[in-house]
Structure formats: C-alpha cells, structure tokens
C-alpha cells in the first residue's frame, strides 16, 4: 500500500509541475505580441512588393516591350518606371509601418496594383503597330488604332478592368474595320 502512495503522490506531483508551465506556454501562444505580428504582415508584404517589382522589371525587358516602335516604348517603360516608383513608396510605408492599421493600409494599396494591366497594354500595343500596315488606306481604322495606341498608354498598375477593356474594344473596332474593308474588295464572280 505504500508504494501506491508513493506512486500516485509522484503522479500527482508530476502533474501538478506540468500543468502550469503547459497553461501559461499555451497563453503565450494564444496572444502574439502586437509587434510580432506588424513584423510577420510587414515581411510579408515586403516579399509581395518584390514580387510586383521583379514582374514590372521583367515586364519592361521582355521582348513584347522592347519590340515596339521606339516612341511607343519609351512610353510604355516610362509607365513602368512610375509605377516602380510607386512600389518604391509602398515599400517605405512597410518598412515604417509599426501598427496593424499601416500595415492593412499598405495591403489595400498593394491589392488595387494590378501588373496584369500593363501585360494588357503591351498586349494591344504589339497588335495596334501589326495592324498599321494593313490599315495605311482605311481611315477609319487608323482612327481607331490611334485610339487604342492611346488609351493603352493611358493604362496604369491601377487603373481599372474598365479601362483595360476601353483600349481592348478600340483594338476589335479597328480590326472589325480592317475586316469588313477586306469582304468589301472582294468581288464575288457569279457561277453559270
């Protein structure tokens, strides 16, 4: 009988040492510091601004850009170069940021950044400088294709879908025009 005692006694004495050190770890666990998790949000959107940044560089040396026609991609890289700047500002808003609320500012801001914008812009830049050719003797889709060339220009990491899809429907408004010249100038011989 004593050396059951003895062993529930060391069960209980064990236990009771445990207990409290596994609550007071788990209590620490529970409840981060404030800093900690600004530090956690921080490096984590310090990561995604490199991310947006590395896309921008890659963008600008890609062979869509620098196959455009020098003017058009002096402007499209200058685009670029702000929007670059524009990370470089959200990036120092991160590094200073030292609440919960800077940094979920800095996440709204970096959510409306859109690179894919600038994907599309090249996108209908390359097709407007094809279609130049063919469109020399329709004035209407030269019209058009200048449209699209401008408004593709005037994209930026934040503009919205909308625009992105203005400059895209000029691009299908001056192929629909280059098309429907074409169906014209052929001529249907009648078969006996």
């Known amino acids: 009988m004593t050396r059951t005692r003895r062993i529930v006694a060391t069960l209980v004495a064990t236990t009771a040492l445990a207990v409290p050190t596994t609550l007071t770890m788990s209590t620490a666990e529970a409840k981060p510091s ?5 530090k956690s949000q921080a490096k984590q959107l310090l990561k995604d ?9 890659r963008l600008a040396g890609s062979h869509r850009v620098t196959g455009l026609a020098d003017a058009t991609e002096a402007a499209l890289v200058a685009n670029l170069t702000e929007a670059r700047s524009t990370l470089a500002e959200v990036e ?6 030292d609440s919960t609320v800077d940094t979920k500012a800095a996440r709204k ?11 599309h812009a090249a996108h209908v830049l ?7 050719g063919d469109a ?7 019209a058009f294709l200048a449209q699209a060339a401008a408004a593709a220009l005037a994209v930026t990491a934040t ?3 909308a625009e992105v899809k203005a400059a895209k429907a000029h691009l299908a408004s ?6 429907g010249a074409e169906s014209d100038d052929e001529v249907v011989t009648p078969t006996v």
Do not use: G, H, I, W
């Not at 120092?92 to 940021?97: F, Q, S, Y």
């Open 174 to 179: 001056a192929t629909a025009e280059l098309e």
């Open 92 to 97: 120092a808003a991160v590094e200073a940021a």
């Open 126 to 132: 390359v097709k407007v400088e094809d279609l130049t």
């Open 49 to 57: 601004v490199a991310r947006e940044d590395r896309q921008l560089v």
């Open 159 to 161: 503009s919205t879908k």
């Open 34 to 38: 404030a800093t900690k998790t600004v």
């Open 109 to 119: 801001e970096l959510r409306s950044f859109r690179v894919q914008n600038f994907k």
């Open 136 to 142: 020399a003797a329709d004035p209407e889709a030269q």
